[in-house]
């Protein structure tokens, strides 16, 4: 079973980065995936996530500039972010639980994180 995230980098305030995900080895369209990032020094926190059934959450700040998006085809969980402000900057980390929470979260599935960093 194994996670991988790509798409970061460095991007100017107000600008927009697209992240990936790919899962392999396992059937994640049963899945609930979600986006977390953790910035230095901070907890690692949600950004959003989506259900099996498509069921979206956003934490507040990603509403109205982040989209989160699947492909069960794929096995690809999206992650379109505009409107991009320094606090964004963080490792940007895909999860897949069986549930959506924070508890079974941590207990999931997760890549090893892509960089994105909001800066001039």
């Known amino acids: 079973v194994q996670l991988v995230e790509s798409g970061g980098g460095l991007v100017q305030p107000g600008g927009s980065l697209s992240l990936s995900c790919v899962g392999s080895?396992?059937?994640?369209?049963?899945?609930?995936m979600g986006w977390f990032r953790q910035a230095p020094g901070k907890e690692r926190e949600e950004v959003a996530h989506?259900?099996?059934?498509?069921?979206?959450v956003y934490e507040e700040s990603a509403k109205g500039r982040f989209a989160i998006s699947r492909d069960n085809a794929k096995g690809t969980l999206y992650l379109q972010m505009s409107s991009l402000k320094p606090e964004d900057s963080g490792t940007y980390y895909c999860?897949?639980?069986?549930?959506?929470?924070?508890?079974?979260?941590?207990?999931?599935?997760w890549g090893p994180g892509t960089q994105v960093t909001v800066s001039s």
């Open positions: 080895g396992d059937d994640y369209s049963t899945y609930c």
């Open positions: 989506i259900d099996d059934d498509g069921t979206i």
């Open positions: 999860a897949a639980s069986p549930v959506c929470g924070t508890v079974a979260f941590r207990s999931g599935y």
